[in-house]
């Protein structure tokens, strides 16, 4: 919905290396930009050349998606402040807390509304969208286009993957 929603910009992304070559195989990103979380924030020569490599590109706006921002401050709100584009829209749900929210909700010229409910992913994603302006946005579940995805031997022709705590080993 994002892709068709800005389909007359080139889109990046700013992905957790743990599965930014998945986004580079898919259609929908331009740009992938992996980033390894510990690294940046742990060490200042990494956190320094991915946030050159950010800086580098002039963006129309930065889109911030995650519902839960307050374990994001360290990475992703960092990135939201360096990255140089005029519109930086982020999610007004579970913010950093004290001096952190103070901090980075300055970083955001739009925190879109969100609700109080306990909601999946899916349905966050959808809400989050809606309130962007993408009038027909609605949780379901994604189709990978299989055919650019690499091949994987030795697994049988129909399974599933569970991924619960993705950004977990």
């Known amino acids: 919905h994002l892709v068709e929603f800005y389909n007359e910009s080139k889109i990046t992304l700013v992905a957790n290396d743990l599965w930014a070559n998945l986004a580079e195989k898919t259609p929908y990103f331009d740009k992938v930009i992996p980033l ?4 940046f924030t742990s060490d200042y020569a990494y956190r320094l050349s991915t946030i050159r490599k950010i800086r580098s590109k002039r963006y129309k706006r930065v889109v911030h998606f995650p519902f839960t921002r307050k374990w994001h401050f360290a990475s992703a709100e960092a990135i939201v402040r360096v990255a140089p584009a005029n519109v930086k829209v982020g999610s007004a749900g579970e913010k ?3 001096w952190r929210k103070r901090i980075a909700n300055t970083w955001y010229t739009d925190l879109l509304s969100a609700s109080d409910e306990s909601l999946s992913e899916a349905r966050r994603n959808s809400e989050f969208l809606q309130n962007l302006g993408v009038d027909h946005a609605e949780a379901r579940i994604p189709r990978l286009p299989t055919n650019r995805l690499p ?3 030795g697994l049988p ?3 599933y993957v569970l991924v619960p705590g993705a950004g977990a080993e």
Request: glycine letters at 8%.
């Open 157 to 159: 022709e129909s399974f």
């Open 36 to 39: 390894n979380v510990l690294s």
């Open 151 to 153: 091949d994987v031997e």
């Open 96 to 98: 950093p807390v004290g």
